[in-house]
């Protein structure tokens, strides 16, 4: 196999012909299936065969491990803020690859990073600590109700990777009782206001003729329509995958049948700079089946949010299929949209309009003192008949109850 020449500038990045290299690769292979990104021997593999034809230039050294390592597009942030991190100085790789933090000699302030990021740089006996504390929050019960007051509290984008896997576990088994309307069609019940003389007849041949007890006709009761809105902008992509999860899990057709054998009609997409449709994703019955569709399903996960234009798409093309007076919309967004103001404000108040009820599911309100003072989120705080947090899983169990609430009034 060829070997490369790397530049004067560059060569502490490693040598080919010397090993360092292939340790460096190992190394940096390592921390990202710390950080959660899957990553085999075989990707590595293909790793260093492609920095062989592409060379050790820094935009084509990090352009063509992103390629070949990654295979989700919500693990783009991630892997660039660890490149970054994992290549800014030889003494830093050093240290990663004989496991040891890696901190400056300095006082400097640290930059600040994502919780996945600092928990794949930390040393290798932290990580496995965090496993066996993992273990414990799931089997171990003298533990398990101070750890998991803490988890319940926490906002989802400061959870460490190992804490994030956890939360949205948990997530999962959070119920979402949505309520329920009176339809037209009726069927049998013990509060009707109508007789029901087919199985009057059919009751009066069990007794020989005699007709000893006269059935009712109720209205069946039906859960209402539900439209749910994600943002999967880079602002919202931890918030985004959990909360997914949550919804497929609670609104499981197990879980959303009302007495009458009714099933719950959902309907989900996906925005950012564009609309995905989700819906045939959640009709797999796991929810990690799910998750793996709907990333594939989305184009423009991590990028920009236009929540005008992708309402517009959502109006033009699936209008008539999914909008009706009763159907329940959760948009979920932290309303920092980058579109035209005029166009979100007249596709909201269409949206207002055509449904049963708009309420905006957003992160933000984790802080103290929030006021929507971006445009857009000034614009759906005016049009969404209620707002909800849905920053930790606290929020998550009080949902169901707020829902109601706000459904009453």
């Known amino acids: 196999m060829a070997s490369i020449s790397p530049s004067p500038a560059l060569t502490p990045w490693g040598d080919a012909r010397s090993g360092k290299l292939a340790d460096n690769l190992s190394g940096f292979g390592r921390a990202l299936r710390r950080a959660g990104v899957p990553v085999d021997a075989a990707r590595m593999a293909l790793a260093q065969r492609a920095l062989l ?17 990654l295979s989700r597009a919500q693990d783009r ?34 930059t600040q990073r994502r919780p996945r990021v600092s928990e794949a740089l ?48 948990l997530a ?43 059935p009712l006709l109720q209205r069946r009761r039906q859960p209402l329509p539900l439209l749910v809105l994600v ?27 009302c007495a009458g054998g009714a099933a719950l009609r959902r309907d989900v997409f996906a925005f950012g700079t ?27 996960f991590a990028g920009g949010t236009r929540i005008g234009e992708s309402l517009a798409r959502l109006r033009l093309r699936h209008a008539r299929h999914l909008v009706g007076r009763r159907t329940l919309v959760l948009l979920i967004s932290d309303g920092l949209d980058t579109g035209a103001p005029e166009v ?13 009820r708009l309420l905006w599911l957003n992160p933000l309100l984790r802080f103290a003192g929030y006021a929507p003072t971006a445009r857009g989120a000034a614009e759906l705080q005016h049009q ?4 909800l947090a849905v920053h930790n899983l606290g929020c998550l169990q009080d949902l169901a109850a707020s829902l109601a609430s706000l459904l009453r009034q």
Not at 278 to 298: C, E, G, K, N, V
Request: charged share 25%; net charge positive.
């Open 344 to 356: 979100l404000a007249q596709e909201l108040g269409w949206l207002r309009r055509h449904c049963g």
């Open 384 to 387: 969404a008949h209620g707002v």
């Open 77 to 110: 942030m991630l892997f660039r803020e660890l490149f970054d991190a994992y290549f800014r100085n030889p003494e830093l790789a050093q240290r990663l690859l004989a496991q040891m933090l890696p901190g400056a000699e300095s006082r400097a302030a640290r």
């Open 172 to 214: 999962r088994d959070i119920p979402l009782p949505l309520p329920h309307y009176a339809a037209r069609r009726l069927r049998p019940g013990v509060r009707g206001s109508r007789p029901h003389w087919p199985g009057a007849m059919q009751h009066a041949v069990r007794s020989g003729g005699e007709l000893l007890q006269l």
């Open 231 to 257: 943002d999967v902008s880079g602002s919202m992509e931890r918030y985004a995958r959990l909360l997914l999860a949550f919804l497929h899990a609670a609104t499981a057709p197990r879980h959303a049948r």
């Open 53 to 69: 034809l592409v060379g050790l230039r820094r935009d084509d050294f990090g352009a063509a491990l992103e390629a070949v390592l």
């Open 274 to 300: 564009g609309l995905s449709e989700l819906t045939p994703a959640f009709r797999l019955a796991d929810t990690d089946a799910m998750l793996l569709a709907a990333s594939q399903a989305i184009a423009d």
């Open 122 to 169: 930390a040393p290798v006996h932290a990580a496995r600590s965090g496993a066996r504390e993992e273990e414990k929050l799931q089997f171990d019960a003298a533990m398990t109700a101070s750890a998991l007051r803490r988890l319940r509290q926490a906002d989802f984008n400061q959870l460490s990777a190992s804490e994030y896997l956890l939360a949205e576990r």
